[in-house]
Every structure is written in structure tokens, then in C-alpha cells.
């Protein structure tokens, strides 16, 4: 029996999360009912189409990622819902929605190949649930992601449910990396991702309210931001607090030195009002917070995790919108 729970030692040797969000162009969301296997599409329920299609994928090496997700009532339902969500290029918010109900699981495969092709396909439904939030529960994968993951989605339901919030869907996910961050999500259309969840720094994420200093602990970063950026990018919010979240953003690297210990990076966001805003800083690697660890349960050799600390953080050029005064 394996005793070592990857999310535990994490949490003990005090591992800052910023960082760890992944950063994929598109994610394809696959409704399927529990169980699943280790490699989740391997599973029972999916269909040997489907699982040649996500295997020519990945072969292809395309920046996309395919998870299995699942509600309660998903062995229930006579349909299977497919989400796929789109990174949006330029200053965004995310990603754009594309929600289709399939009479059965066979179908996705075919769906996908012709969206992948450019094509419209059929079954596509306008849904009015702006928010789908993942939290890994595939324990197969990951046991620490069964040991936090699950409960944390029961409790999650019922704070969804007391908050009224019916804008808001919550799934079970297959396995999407971090789970040492255990209980770990996706805040779907935004792509953020928070590890380390309980049901305080959950409602706040929900809310957009609280303090704002929570997301030290639980805030693992932007997915349409490249790994060093999310860093930098929690310094905005710590310093515009949650206004933040209504901006549009896109970021860049413009230098690294050669052992990518120093970084040039450039964050630029539009606010609501249509003003732009662009700041550099230099990113340095943060000697006392990288690690040397296992980043999961079942890993044979420990891993280096570098992490970076913002440094002279300058605004390099602004654009104010006429009628900024107003906002």
C-alpha cells in the first residue's frame, strides 16, 4: 500500500502553487459516467472512436486537451453533454463556449473530427450556464485527488446550491495536472485554476469578494498565460484586488537569459472602461521557493519545480479611453 500522499507533503514543505496552471489553445469536454480508469480514455463507457481520435491527437501533438467529465446525474441522462472551449486570441477573458448535447457518447467523435475541420456541426445548443468549474476526482489516476477531491465536490455542490448560483455547473474531471494541489479546479470559461480548496476560499472564488490574499495559498494561475506570467499576474490582482477579473489580458516573454533564470516579461490589460495598460518586470528565479519533490503519488524520482519572484515592475505605456472618467 502506498502511504506517501503527494498533496500532504506539498502542503508540509510549504510548495507556493502559482504557476502550475496549463496552458492548452482548446479543451474538449466529454461527458461520461464514472468509473474511469487511470488513463481515463480508456474507460468502459468511451467508445473506440473517440479513442482513436484523442490518440491521433495527441500523436499530432496539437495544444489540446481532452478530459471526461461527469455530475451526478450523468449515468441517468438519455444525452451526453460536449463542451468544447476555445482560447480566445489577443487581450481576452478566456475561452469561448461551444456546448452540445449528443443523443449518446458514440457521437462526440464525430462531432469533434468535423468542428477540428472547420465545419459546423449539428447538435450545437445556446446554454445560459456561464460558468463550468472541474474538480478532478479521478482517484485512479491520482489518489489524492480521490482523498480531497471527492468530498470537496459534495460540499461544493451544496455551496453552489445555498449560493442561488444558477449560473453556475460543477463536474467531476478526469485528471488535468497538479494533483499534489489536491483538491484542485478549473474555473471554466476563464481557466483559471486554485488548488488547495475548501469551501471558504471556494465561495470567495465564486463571489469575487473576500480577501483578496486568499489566493496565496489557492490561486495556481491563468491558463491562457504561459507558466512564468501567472506569477506576475497575481501580483495585478493583489495590487487592482478583485476588479482585476473584469479585465482583458494577454501576456508575453520578451527575453530570458540563457539558463532561464531572469525573464523579461509584458503584461497588457484592457479594463471595462477600454482603457490599456502595459507593464514589464523582471521575472528571477526565486532560489528559497523552488523545490526539489515529487509532484505525484506514484512518482519514482523527485522533480525540479522552479518558481519566480516579480521584480521592478514598471508601467511601460497606457492608453486611457476617452470616456474613462465615467468608469
Not at 495527441?58 to 471526461?68: A, D, G, V
Not at 449539428?122 to 479521478?138: A, G, K
Request: net charge neutral; glycine share 6%; aromatic share 12%.
Amino acid at each position: 500500500m502506498n502511504k506517501f500522499f503527494c498533496s500532504d507533503y506539498s502542503r508540509q514543505i510549504g510548495e507556493e502553487i502559482i504557476g502550475s496552471a496549463t496552458n492548452y489553445q482548446t479543451y474538449i469536454l466529454v461527458e461520461c459516467p464514472t468509473p474511469w480508469m487511470s488513463e481515463a480514455f480508456t474507460s468502459k463507457w468511451v467508445p473506440d472512436n473517440l479513442r482513436i481520435l484523442v490518440a491521433e491527437v495527441q500523436h499530432s501533438k496539437l495544444p489540446i486537451r481532452f478530459l471526461l467529465i461527469a455530475n451526478d446525474d450523468s449515468h441517468r441522462v438519455k444525452e451526453t453533454t460536449l463542451l468544447i472551449y476555445q482560447k480566445q486570441e489577443g487581450l481576452s477573458h478566456g475561452y469561448r463556449k461551444q456546448e452540445f448535447k449528443l443523443p449518446n457518447i458514440e457521437q462526440v467523435a464525430g462531432v469533434v473530427r468535423k468542428w477540428l475541420s472547420g465545419g459546423n456541426p449539428d447538435f450545437q445548443v445556446e446554454n445560459s450556464v456561464t460558468r463550468d468549474i472541474l474538480i478532478c476526482t479521478h482517484g485512479s489516476h491520482d489518489q489524492c485527488c480521490a482523498r480531497y477531491g471527492n468530498p470537496f465536490y459534495f460540499h461544493a455542490k451544496n455551496t453552489i446550491s445555498e449560493l442561488q448560483f444558477d449560473h453556475v455547473r460543477i463536474w467531476r474531471s478526469s485528471h488535468f495536472g497538479g494533483h499534489r494541489f489536491a483538491p484542485t479546479a478549473i474555473d471554466l470559461p476563464e481557466a483559471r485554476y486554485y488548488g488547495v480548496l475548501d469551501q471558504e476560499s471556494f465561495r470567495s472564488i465564486l463571489t469575487r469578494t473576500g480577501d483578496i490574499q486568499i489566493l496565496h495559498k489557492v490561486y495556481r494561475g491563468w491558463g491562457i498565460l504561459p507558466y512564468v506570467l501567472q506569477v506576475l499576474e497575481r501580483e495585478m490582482i493583489f495590487s487592482q484586488g478583485w476588479n482585476w477579473f473584469n479585465n482583458k489580458v494577454a501576456g508575453k516573454i520578451l527575453e530570458q537569459s540563457m539558463d532561464n533564470n531572469t525573464m523579461l516579461a509584458e503584461l497588457t490589460y484592457e479594463n471595462p472602461a477600454g482603457s490599456v495598460y502595459t507593464y514589464q518586470a523582471k521575472l528571477v528565479k526565486d532560489a528559497v521557493k523552488t523545490r526539489v519533490l515529487k509532484s505525484s503519488c506514484h512518482a519514482t524520482q523527485e522533480s525540479l519545480v522552479v518558481k519566480y519572484a516579480v521584480d521592478n515592475l514598471v508601467l511601460v505605456d497606457r492608453k486611457v479611453a476617452s470616456y474613462a472618467n465615467n468608469y
